[in-house]
């Protein structure tokens, strides 16, 4: 159920976008370091530990005004974990394409920067998944997308600093995801959620 309403919203912001009349928009791109970290109760049990890898992927954004714009992105993220299995080293990667809307606030403006907060919900499309495995020093991989829930979403919030030059914007994002859902589709339970946090470079092109 939450599923479904997390993508109406996401729907209602879209197409927003699309029949908006007024205002500034425009788009751009991003990159950065994403550092996954599930969460759960079985944490502890599993003994995960935290897996950087890199996040990219584009971004539209509507302003209303010098406070409030939505922004809706699209972003390629590796999520997953590493840990010990049968004492040598193992690590989980997932990788999804994350939908998110977000409403930002700007609580800086000035003529040479703004900083704002954000908001939003998260839908994310799993893509591929393995499983690897360092054995006698050798990496071997395993495909385990069949095990992977097709599906996650949570919430994301976070920070932004933005350089504006002329009709380009360029920032630093910092921003806080956590999933509902945890993605074991195993059949036994495993109580582990996504939960990243991102640090990311972003160019803006359009109005401001």
Same mark, same amino acid.
């Given at each position: 159920m939450k599923l479904r309403y997390t993508w109406l919203i996401f729907a209602v912001v879209l197409l927003f976008f699309v029949d908006s009349k007024?205002? /500034?928009h425009g788009g751009g791109i991003n990159v950065g370091v994403l550092i996954s970290d599930p969460s759960g109760g079985d944490k502890d049990i599993y003994k995960v530990e935290s897996l950087n890898s890199l996040s990219f992927g584009a971004f539209y954004r509507y302003t209303f005004s010098n406070i409030i714009s939505l922004q809706t992105e699209i972003l390629y993220a590796n999520k997953g974990a590493k840990g010990k299995y049968y004492s040598s080293e193992s690590k989980v990667h997932v990788w999804y394409l994350d939908f998110v809307p977000s409403l930002q606030c700007r609580i800086l403006d /000035?003529?040479?920067?703004?900083g704002c907060l954000y908001i939003g919900p998260m839908c994310g499309l799993r893509v591929a998944a393995n499983f690897e495995?360092?054995?006698s020093g050798r990496a071997q991989y395993y495909d385990i997308t069949s095990s992977i829930k097709p599906s996650d979403y949570g919430y994301v919030i976070g920070a932004k600093l933005g350089l504006p030059r002329g009709s380009k914007e360029f920032g630093v994002d910092v921003r806080y995801s956590s999933g509902f859902v945890a993605p074991d589709d195993t059949g036994r339970n495993i109580d582990l959620k996504n939960r990243t946090v991102t640090v990311m470079l972003e160019m803006y092109f359009g109005k401001h």
């Open positions: 007024a205002g /500034t /000035t003529h040479s920067c703004f495995s360092d054995i």
